[in-house]
């Protein structure tokens, strides 16, 4: 399964109980999406550069509607010329197959528009 494989799933809500991702199962996601950094088995990030701040403030309006459909929300950073978006499940504080799902599709988000 690869990010495109990802990108056609869609989240599940997490009602908390459950372990976050770890170890190989975390490795296994990952891997599935190269360009996301994970930051101490605890979220997920990556940057996306734009020419320009409306650009950027495009994307991040367009992910707004993405996350809303997805009821899955990822906190995001607008500055001139990037967007920094951070994604984990905040009910159990760390990462779930969810949010790669998420990230799949702001990916594919950002890519449909370039």
Known sequence: ???SELASRHCVPCRGGI???TGEALERLKW???DWRVVDEHHIE???LFP???TGLDFVNRVGVLAEAEGHHPDLCLAW????AIIYTHKINGLTESDFILAAK???AFFQQS
């Open 19 to 21: 372990p976050p991702l």
């Open 46 to 48: 990556k940057f996306f």
């Open 52 to 54: 320009d701040f409306k």
């Open 32 to 34: 599935q999406l190269p």
């Open 81 to 84: 010329g990037r967007v920094q």
């Open 106 to 108: 702001i990916d594919q």
């Open 1 to 3: 399964m690869g990010g």
